[in-house]
């Protein structure tokens, strides 16, 4: 019976029970970064009682004194009153483990403090000098009973170069909905090589509480409009896969999204079955509530796999 917790402080008590006290371990994170996503952690112990000696460069296995080892790794959690993070520790088998709770043979006890370094940049930086040329597109009122009812380019009210913006409803079986315009454009995916690889083009409809994206029958290049300004935005984007933090950035022509942590990543990967459409749809929602964009903004959407 003993050796099966010889993992464990053993006191037999005068009535003949037993007390398992697990062995405590002590730990606190600092970090620091630019992006949540690229924080690099140190780890140090906090145990003021100590009475051996830690290895500095691993002091959580330094504690496991049953010969076990862990492998933690951790990630901003809550926002501190001096505007830093806490920190979460996961382990393997466990997941995110709570400070002062038992897990297998110890019970943890650890907090954090991390620095994300945001850059500081404007909404909107001006255009280039010298200016870039406006360009030549024009937009013609669609008739509010149209004569062309298919799908096809006399039913376009706006063309933009070679990207095609509807005003309401493609398929036009009754009035027209107010809150809901269609653009058509190219979507890519960018992998952590710096490759770029064609998901294909698809009409994107903005409606007022939603956005949605289907497969367009047109076949657009990748744009190559100059940069004329710069918008950025950090938000979480959930979708059925889970949720994870992302940073959406718009040059005057390319929308592209960016995963912050490990969770965002995970959602591109598996996402890409499906060609990502449920995260692009939750994204260009984002832009064009929260970014000030609207369809004709846009020239090509692109989703990275990896850091930019």
Do not use: C
């Amino acid at each position: 019976m003993f050796n099966q917790l010889s993992n464990y402080v053993v006191e037999i008590g005068k009535v003949g029970k037993e007390k398992i006290t697990p062995k405590d371990v002590y730990f606190h994170v600092t970090g620091n970064g630019k992006t949540i996503g690229d924080v690099v952690y140190t780890v140090t112990d906090t145990n003021p009682n100590r009475d051996y000696p830690l290895n500095p460069n691993d002091p959580i296995n330094s504690q496991l004194v049953y010969g076990e080892t862990v492998t933690p790794s951790y990630r901003p959690d809550g926002r501190l009153p001096n505007g830093h993070y806490g920190v979460s520790t996961s382990l393997p088998d466990y997941g995110p483990i709570d400070s002062g709770k038992v897990y297998g043979n110890y019970r943890y006890h650890y907090d954090g403090d991390i620095t994300v370094n945001l850059p500081s940049k404007p909404d909107i930086v001006p255009p280039v000098n010298p200016p870039v040329t406006p360009g030549t597109g024009t937009v013609t009122p669609l008739p509010e009973t149209p004569e062309n009812m298919s799908n096809t380019p006399e039913n376009t009210t706006e063309t933009t170069g070679h990207k095609t913006v509807w005003d309401g409803d493609r398929d036009r079986g009754g009035d027209r909905p107010e809150d809901k315009r269609v653009v058509t454009l190219p979507f890519f995916k960018v992998l952590e090589d710096k490759t770029t690889h064609r998901y294909g083009t698809y009409d994107v409809a903005k409606r007022t509480k939603e956005v949605k994206i289907a497969p367009s029958a047109q076949v657009l290049p990748e744009p190559n409009q100059p940069a004329t300004q710069y918008r950025e935005l950090d938000t979480e984007l959930t979708t059925d896969q889970g949720t994870g933090e992302f940073t959406l950035k718009y040059n005057g022509s390319r929308f592209t999204i960016l995963p912050d942590d490990d969770a965002a990543a995970h959602l591109i990967v598996v996402g890409d079955e499906t060609k990502n459409r449920d995260l692009f749809e939750k994204a260009l929602h984002v832009a064009f509530t929260k970014m000030g964009l609207e369809v004709a903004d846009l020239d090509g959407v692109y989703i990275h796999f990896g850091k930019e």
